[in-house]
Every structure is written in structure tokens, then in C-alpha cells.
């Protein structure tokens, strides 16, 4: 089979990774080979070489028994390499690039707003909750990060996205009242652009099928089909599969009819703003 091509410059993950087939190659040796000799099999080598994988400490202190005349280069990169993954995490740079090469994203969220729609001050204190150490630094990388993906609004051809939105989402204070007045203006304001449509589910409606969680379906250009991305607690779940594609596209469909209109939907955010986020 033939290998990947590699971008060492993409992060310090990809140059790593291509450091290690490197040494493979000049040693002659299968990847089946290396996962043996660092007591991994050739999958983990795959996604190493490949910077999908960060890889562990066990794995990085074999390559450096195995590549004995790289002078422990292989503990020093991965102790030396602060932003170890680049902007993204690895797993998650398949879901920008569906969203970079998407026509159509159809978002539901029943629990936040949509990543793609939220402001600086509402992300920050999302990254804030999330992290399990303080670490200011990672927190303005990733809501960089996050605000950088929504310059696939601004370009001459850009996305439709349509979003389904609970309305309990519109109700819970991430932050002060002035972040969440200013993200439900946010949210208003870019629906009014004509590729962006966002629905707001009455909180009324009870349970319904969207209740099981949030999910994404990007449909791509040209002929490469749907991408689905399922949020979970700790990575998302990303795939191609056209089974999962066609299975989530109905969910959508059906949480969606549950949904107000453009207009009517724009008026209830208006009235929590007003009701909820204004003193």
C-alpha cells in the first residue's frame, strides 16, 4: 500500500511524525516492524507518522532505543514542543476541513450556542469550564482557534448553514449578563445574513429526537459527499460513512419541524434577551 504523503510543516505533531518514517525508512523497517520493536502495532505507527497521534512517552522512549545514532532526539522534540498539535487537535482537523470544503452545514445544538456562531467572551468561558488546569495561554489559543474557523462566512462564495438551536440554550448563562446579551445579539445579527438560517425548538415541545445529543452534518463540494460530526464527552465522533451521513441528515429533518420559523425564532431570542439578559 501506498503511504500517505506527509506535511511536515502542518504542525509539530506532522513533523515529528515524519521524522520517524524518516528514521524507519533509513533503517529499512515496516511499520510493522517499528510497532514491534517499541512494543506498539502498526496502526499506532501509522497515525504517529501520519501527526494524527500524539504519540505517549513509552512510544517516544522506544523510538529512541530503536534510533539509537538520533542522540535521544525523539524525548527531546516531544518534551521541547509546547503547542504539541498545532492549532487544532488532531482529531478534530478532519471536521475544519469538512467545514472548509463544505456547501451546506446543517448544525443542531441542544446545549450551547453552535461553534460557528458564538463570540470571543462566550468561548472564553466555555475553554474556561472545560480546562483541568489553569492555563490562560490555552484558553486564548482556543477561542483563536474557534473564531478562526468562522472566516468561512466571510469569503465570496461562503457556506450555507443552517442551525437548530434549543431554546434552553438561549436561557443558560455562560458568563454575565452582558456576554450572554451580547452572543444573543451576536446570534441575531449573523442570522440575518441570507446563507445563515438559525431555528429555535420551543422549549414546550418536550422530548423529541434531538434530545440525544449534538450533531452536524456537513455536505461537501463537488462529488465527496456528507461528513458527520457527533459530540460526545470527551472527542467527537467524525465520519464519512454515508449510512451515519443519511441516518443523521433525518434526525435534522425531523428536529427541525419542531422548530419556529426564521422570524418567529428571531422574536423569541429577542424576547429572552429582553426578559432574561437585560437589567
Known amino acids: ?81 509546547r503547542k504539541w498539535e498545532g492549532q487544532y487537535p488532531a482529531w478534530f482537523k478532519d471536521w475544519v476541513d469538512a467545514e472548509e470544503h463544505a456547501r451546506v452545514i446543517r448544525w443542531w445544538e441542544p446545549l450551547l450556542i453552535p461553534g460557528l456562531l458564538q463570540t470571543a467572551d462566550y468561548a472564553r468561558e466555555l475553554f474556561c469550564a472545560w480546562q483541568t488546569v ?57 442570522s440575518t445574513r441570507p446563507n445563515i438560517a438559525v431555528h429555535i425548538v420551543p422549549a414546550d415541545v418536550g422530548s423529541h429526537t434531538g434530545l440525544l445529543g449534538a450533531f452536524i452534518v456537513a455536505d461537501l463540494d463537488g462529488e465527496s459527499g456528507r461528513v458527520v460530526y457527533l459530540e460526545t464527552p470527551d472527542q467527537g465522533l467524525i465520519s464519512d460513512a454515508p449510512s451515519l451521513a443519511t441516518k443523521i441528515l433525518g434526525m435534522f429533518e425531523r428536529v427541525r419541524s419542531e422548530a419556529l420559523p426564521k422570524g418567529a425564532s428571531h422574536d423569541l431570542i429577542r424576547r429572552v434577551v429582553n426578559e432574561r439578559w437585560t437589567p
Open 134 to 190: 489553569d492555563d490562560p495561554d490555552t484558553v486564548e489559543r482556543s477561542v483563536s482557534a474557534r473564531l478562526d474557523r468562522q472566516a468561512i462566512f466571510d469569503r465570496a462564495h461562503p457556506p450555507t448553514l443552517l442551525t437548530v438551536i434549543d431554546e434552553t440554550v438561549l436561557w443558560r448563562g455562560i458568563g454575565n449578563s452582558e456576554i450572554m446579551r451580547t452572543q444573543m445579539e451576536y446570534l441575531i445579527d449573523m
Open 1 to 81: 500500500m501506498r503511504e500517505r504523503e506527509l506535511d511536515p510543516g502542518a504542525s509539530p505533531a506532522a513533523f515529528f511524525g515524519n521524522e520517524v518514517r524518516e528514521a524507519r525508512t533509513k533503517a529499512k523497517m515496516s511499520q510493522p516492524a517499528l510497532g514491534a520493536a517499541v512494543g506498539y502495532d502498526a496502526t499506532y505507527v501509522s497515525k504517529v507518522e501520519t501527526g494524527t497521534l500524539v504519540p505517549d512517552d513509552d512510544f517516544v522512549n522506544g523510538l529512541d532505543r530503536v534510533f539509537p545514532q538520533m542522540n535521544g532526539w525523539f524525548a527531546r522534540f516531544k518534551s521541547n514542543s
